[in-house]
Nanobody
Framework: QVQLVESGGGLVQAGGSLRLSCAAS????????MGWFRQYPGKEREFVAT????????AYADSVKGRFTISRDNNKSTVFLQMNSLKPEDTALYYC???????????????????WGQGTQVTVSS
């Protein structure tokens, strides 16, 4: 079993920055792509960013491209999401997730992930 715990959320003014962390424990293995998703109240969880197992490949939702950066430290079993130039529309509950399939590549759809954290709230005030 794998446990994922997000941290780093909070309240920030528009234009500000936050850095989310996702620490993995349990049967951790760096051989999996990781991702960040977010969810608005009453909406489905949506893709934000993904990173391949060794960090060589990343992908982002168009809405965050150029503002958010995903990275990972496999020695610490931790994934990060650096969020800059935050906008009020970035306000959401942010989740990290581990891909179900091991090996190469990235994953941009919710169904490709099997383990999820409990989420961390990000609120951006205007």
């Amino acid at each position: 079993q794998v446990q994922l715990v997000e941290s780093g959320g909070g309240l920030v003014q528009a234009g500000g920055s936050l850095r989310l962390s996702c620490a993995a424990s349990g049967r951790t293995d760096s051989n999996f792509a990781m991702g960040w998703f977010r969810q608005y109240p009453g909406k489905e969880r949506e893709f934000v960013a993904t990173i391949s197992r060794f960090g060589s490949t990343t992908a982002y939702a168009d809405s965050v491209k150029g503002r958010f950066t995903i990275s990972r430290d496999n020695n610490k079993s931790t994934v990060f999401l650096q969020m800059n130039s935050l906008k009020p529309e970035d306000t959401a509950l942010y989740y990290c997730a581990r891909r179900a399939l091991a090996g190469v590549g990235i994953a941009t759809t919710r169904g490709e992930y099997i383990y999820w954290g409990q989420g961390t709230q990000v609120t951006v005030s205007s």
